[in-house]
């Protein structure tokens, strides 16, 4: 039965029954007794393995298809009238042309399944930064994941009421067809189309789809930011919290620095760090002038492998229980997971990701590198007690953050905020296995968000400068590296919990309470003031992480130059007399 007698919503619904013919139509209201008859089927069809119950209470393993194990790139589509609206690092196609071509490859891609009907919010319930939306789907996997990444059920119908400012979401696995793909945004019509695949960034729509790709344009268009960030508090000593948002692009730190726990000195002395986010952030200015955000999500969907007790204690404790594992190994002596680098002692037998028995002699990996977690935000340890404020917390700092072997150094800020925009807009990084495609390539990916931003790029940082102006008390905006390398490429800063130290000096900063160098590229650290006390690191080193080599960046700065004529005269002037001064700077 519809949960809602939302007209325009059920109007939509029944078109897209129409087309897809499903045998059966399945809302999703968000009690545990549907749920967990969907688990129970799921489990009978072969679609998910139930775990350990005692080693791992709620948790089951699914493995997807080989050819559709990360986001698409290539196959990824805004589909906004004009072409030169989607720009030049997005790919296009007229709307009319790709409806044309979803309704022929939609028409009775359901005959013979059951069509998921979930309503599902965007930030917590109510909240005056919640949105809205329905994603129909075949796939009770995305069901379930849809279930721990997002808010949903009756709750979220009622919340929505007669409003028709939903977003609309299709999703049919189709037969998985790996050149068959399409992800596809339609801004003007809030519409959001995935076919051919059951990866988590593709069809778990309420994520990249719609809480980047859609969201940035209504945040455009309202007033506000829609971004690929992290967002945590580090409560100091005298037990104030201070809040800091971070973009990083794929499988490069987020989860990780969101969950950190500092050196034990900084425990000792009382620093915490309150993880809100692991990813996405949506950004509003406040009545008080300050740029407040909210996690719009409810679960962390992180990269196992390379999780483990050491790294990331928080991120694997949340998986302990009520998590789904996708592509990962599974131990067959204890029926638990793994994945390399959780620790040193990979099973004796286990089946690797693709369904294959697995032995720690082969030279082939047991989880996949992209394998991921899908686990509610309300297992970890460390979560702020502010996730679920529908005002969001106040952010200070803005951090920017890339992997680069050389070139940027462990940590800068920029001059102001059209300065910290630039800095975003530079933004470089090794390509990781998030997406398909090449791994390691240093491309330009600005703000995080080159696969994510759903409009003209050049016009996004229009419209950063833009919001710049709203603010009346702007946060700090800071770079950060902790992937420099040395000569036989092993990484230089331990990284991971002693990131704990760069963000302390980021913070005062922030608030004004430490002096800093002002280099060519912008203000950095006296070396003295990044603490490294307990760490094997000299301060001689920590000079070389912190040095700016000026052939490098004069390379790079040309890099910009051509960069930018990619948007041709769109790019704003504030940006390009930024690139002058560094040019200058580094002359
Ligand atoms: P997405 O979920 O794809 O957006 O990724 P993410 O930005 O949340 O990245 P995540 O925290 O999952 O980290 C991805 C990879 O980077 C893992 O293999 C980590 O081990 C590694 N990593 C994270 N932080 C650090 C660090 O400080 N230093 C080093 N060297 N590696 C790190
Ligand atoms: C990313 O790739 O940035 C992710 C994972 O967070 S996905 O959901 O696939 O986008
Ligand atoms: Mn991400």
């Not at 000195?265 to 407040?292: F, S």
């Not at 090449?438 to 003209?456: E, K, N, S, T, W």
Request: hydrophobic share 40%; charged share 25%.
């Amino acid at each position: 039965m519809a949960l809602t007698n939302n007209k325009a919503a059920l109007a939509w619904i029944d078109k897209m029954a129409a087309l897809t013919k499903p045998d059966q139509t399945i809302w999703i209201d968000g009690s545990e007794a549907q749920l967990d008859a969907l688990r129970k089927q799921a489990v009978e069809e072969g679609i998910i393995k139930e775990l350990d119950p005692e080693k791992l209470p709620g948790c089951y393993l699914h493995r997807t298809d080989v050819n559709d194990v990360a986001r698409v790139e290539d196959r990824t589509f805004i589909c906004c009238e004009k072409e030169e609206d989607a720009g030049p690092t997005n790919h296009w196609m007229a709307p009319a042309e790709m409806y044309k071509k979803i309704d022929e490859m939609c028409d009775g891609a359901y005959t013979g399944r059951t069509m998921y009907v979930i309503p599902y919010s965007m930030g917590p319930i109510g909240s005056p930064f919640a949105k809205y939306g329905f994603e129909l789907t075949d796939s009770i996997y995305v069901v379930l994941n849809m279930n721990i990444m997002t808010r949903i059920g009756q709750a979220v119908c009622d919340a929505l009421g007669d409003d028709e400012g939903f977003i609309k979401g299709l999703h049919c696995q189709l037969s998985l067809d790996k050149d068959g793909k399409y992800i596809v945004h339609f801004p003007q019509d809030n519409t959001i189309v995935s076919l051919n695949s059951n990866y988590g960034g593709n069809v778990l729509q309420g994520k990249k789809c719609f809480a980047l790709r859609i969201a940035s344009n209504l945040g455009r268009a309202e007033g506000w930011m829609a971004e690929h960030m992290l967002i945590l508090g580090i409560q100091n000593p005298k037990g104030e919290i201070r809040y800091l948002s971070a973009a990083f692009p794929s499988a490069c730190g987020k989860t990780n620095l969101a969950m950190l726990i500092p050196p034990e000195g900084y425990q000792k002395a009382g620093w915490k760090v309150w993880c809100v986010g692991d990813d996405i952030a949506w950004l509003r200015v406040g009545a008080d002038g300050r740029l407040y955000a909210v996690n719009p999500e409810y679960g962390f969907f992180g990269v196992a492998p390379g999780t483990s007790m050491k790294s990331n204690p928080n991120a694997l404790i949340s998986t302990q229980r009520d998590t789904i594992f996708t592509n990962v190994a599974l131990d067959t002596s204890t029926n638990t997971v793994w994945w390399e680098g959780m620790n040193k002692t990979p099973p004796a037998h286990a089946i690797d990701w693709k369904g294959n028995p697995w032995t720690p002699d082969m030279d082939t990996k047991a989880a996949h590198p992209n394998s991921r977690f899908t686990a509610p935000a309300k297992n970890c340890p460390c979560l702020s007690p502010e996730f679920e404020n529908p005002q969001g917390v106040p952010i200070s700092a803005i951090v920017f953050g890339g992997r680069r072997a050389k070139t940027a150094p462990l940590v800068y800020q920029s001059r102001d905020w059209n300065h910290g925009v630039f800095v975003g807009s530079i933004m470089a990084s090794e390509t990781t296995a998030a997406a398909a495609g090449a791994v390691g390539v240093v491309r330009r990916d600005p703000m995080a968000m080159l696969p994510f931003c759903g409009y003209h790029m050049a016009d996004y940082w229009q419209h950063w400068l833009d919001m710049g102006k709203k603010i009346a008390h702007q946060p700090k905006i800071f770079n950060v590296n902790w992937f420099r390398t040395d000569d036989e490429g092993h990484f230089i800063w331990p990284g991971f919990g002693d990131n704990m130290r760069v963000l302390v000096w980021i913070m005062k900063r922030a608030f004004d309470e430490i002096d800093a160098v002002d280099t060519a590229i912008g203000y950095q650290p006296k070396a003295e003031d990044i603490d490294l006390e307990g760490l094997d690191i000299s301060r001689e080193t920590l000079q070389s992480l912190l040095g700016v080599d000026k052939d490098l960046w004069r390379e790079e700065a040309k890099g910009i130059r051509e960069y930018y004529a990619k948007f041709g005269d769109k790019v704003p002037k504030e940006l390009l007399a930024e690139l002058d001064k560094l040019e200058n700077n580094l002359k």
